[in-house]
C-alpha cells in the first residue's frame, strides 16, 4: 500500500483514532462500577478516619456500615456523630496548583481538634502531597483552636512558635505554599463556624 | 543485523543510557526523586508504557504513514498511559492517590517517544520490545540511584521507613528536598559515568 498517498493518511489516522478511542471506552465502562465503588470506599474510609473511628474490618461494607450508623449528615453539610461528641465540617483551601478538600472534626465545644483528613488535593507530589500523610495530620489531634486571642489565627501551620501558644502544628519542608494555603483555608473556616 | 538480546540491555543500561547518555527523561529525574516510592512506581510506569509502545510501534511500522509518524507514537504511547492510569485506579485507589500525577506526566518522559522514533520504527517487535524494557530499566537505575541519596538526607526515610535511630545522629540537608539537589546529583553521576565509559572506551582501543 501507499503510505504516501494524502487518502491514506486521512484514512489511517480516523481509523486509528476510533480504534484507540474504543478501547479506552470499553475498559472506561468495564472499569466505571469498580472506580465508583472505590470512591464510594475512599470517602468513607477518609470520614470514617476524620473522626477516629474503625470499623470491624477493612471491606467497603464495613465502612458504609460505619458510616451510617454512627455519622450523621445534617441538612445544613455538618457531620455528626451519632453520640454527639464530635463534629465535622468539611473545608476547602486554594492549595498551591487547586483546590484542597477535606474534613476536620472537632469536639462537641468545638474547642480542640480531634482529627484531619483529605478528601481532594493536587499538590505537588513528594512536597505540598505530603500533607495527607500520618506524620502531618497525626498533629493536628488535640491541638487547641485559639479562639481567645482574636489577633492571632485559630491555628497556625507552620511559622515560628508563639511562646505560650498551643495552636501551631509544624509545616512541610519545601512546601511553604500548600502549608500555608491549607492555614488560611482552615482559619477562614473555622472562623465562621467556631466563632 | 539485528542486535542480540545482551547487545539491547548493555547499550540502555550503561552505554547509552538514555539519562546519563543520551540526557532523556530528566524533568521526571529531578521531580519525582525526592522519595524512594514515588520513583518506584513512576520507574514501573514508563518501563511498561516504553516496551508496550515499543512493540506496538514495531508491529505498525510498515503501515504508518511517514508525515503522520510523530502523530501516531504520541496517539499511541497516549492510550498507554491511559491504561495504566485507570488499571492502577481500578485496582489500587490508595497507590493511584500518591502516583496519579505522575502517571499523566509519563507522556512527557522523552525517552518513550525517543525509542519509539529511534529504534521502533526499523526493528522488530520482539528486539523492539526488548529495547523498550532495557530504556526502562536504565532509566530507573538513575532514578532509584538518585531517590536512594536524596530521601535519607532530605526526609531521614526510606521507602519511607524512619532511618534507625535519626533522632540522635540526623539532620535534615533541606536542599535534597527540592529539585535543586536533583540537578547536582544527576550532573555528579552524569560526569562520574561518562569518565568511567571513556576510559573503558580508551583502555579498548
Known sequence: MNTRNPVYVVLFMIILMVLIGLLLSIINF?????????????????????????????????????????????????????????????????????????????????????NIQF???????????????????????????????????????GGTKIAGSNNRVDGITGATQTSLALMIGLNNMLSEKVK | MAESTTAIFKRSLLNENPVLRQVLGICSALAVTNILTNTLFMC????????????????????????????????????????????????????HRFIGPYVGLIITNCIIMGRAEAFAASNTPLPSFLDGVASGLGYSLVLIVIAVIREPLGFGTILGIPLPLREIWWHQWTIMVMPTSAFFLLALLTWYIRNLLDKKKAGQK
Not at chain 2, 78 to 87: E, K, P, R
Open chain 1, 119 to 157: 478528601l481532594e488535593q493536587h499538590e505537588t507530589p513528594g512536597l505540598g502531597a505530603r500533607i495527607e500523610e500520618l506524620e502531618f495530620t497525626d498533629q493536628f489531634k488535640g491541638l487547641k483552636i485559639d479562639k481567645a486571642n482574636t489577633s492571632r489565627q485559630l491555628i497556625q501551620i
Open chain 1, 30 to 114: 468495564v472499569t466505571k462500577p469498580t472506580l465508583a465503588r472505590n470512591e464510594e470506599l475512599l470517602k468513607n474510609r477518609i470520614i470514617s478516619r476524620a473522626f477516629v473511628m474503625k470499623p470491624s474490618d477493612e471491606s467497603a461494607e464495613q465502612y458504609r456500615k460505619l458510616v451510617t450508623d454512627s455519622i450523621r449528615l445534617e441538612p445544613n453539610g455538618t457531620y455528626l456523630s451519632t453520640d454527639r461528641t464530635r463534629v465535622g465540617f468539611e473545608f476547602i483551601a486554594n492549595g498551591f496548583w487547586d483546590k484542597i478538600r477535606g474534613v476536620i472534626v472537632l469536639d462537641s465545644s468545638l474547642s480542640t481538634i480531634v
Open chain 2, 44 to 95: 514501573a510506569g514508563v518501563l511498561f508504557t516504553t516496551a508496550m509502545s515499543n512493540l506496538v510501534l514495531s508491529i505498525m511500522r510498515n503501515i504508518i504513514p511517514q508525515r503522520i509518524r510523530m502523530i501516531t507514537q504520541v496517539a499511541v504511547i497516549s492510550a498507554f498511559v491511559v491504561i495504566v492510569d485507570v488499571v492502577i485506579k481500578a485496582l489500587s485507589p490508595d497507590v
